[in-house]
């Protein structure tokens, strides 16, 4: 694999991880009294 197609691919799949979990950090924040 090029390192033109693997640098995009894993940007994209560390977004994929990353916003559900700051979804999940913002819904518990406001969740709080």
Not at 2 to 30: C, I, T
């Amino acid at each position: 694999m090029n390192l033109s197609l693997l640098a995009p691919a894993g940007l994209v799949a560390l977004a994929a991880l990353l916003v559900p979990l700051l979804l999940h950090l913002q819904r518990q924040s406001e969740a709080r009294p």
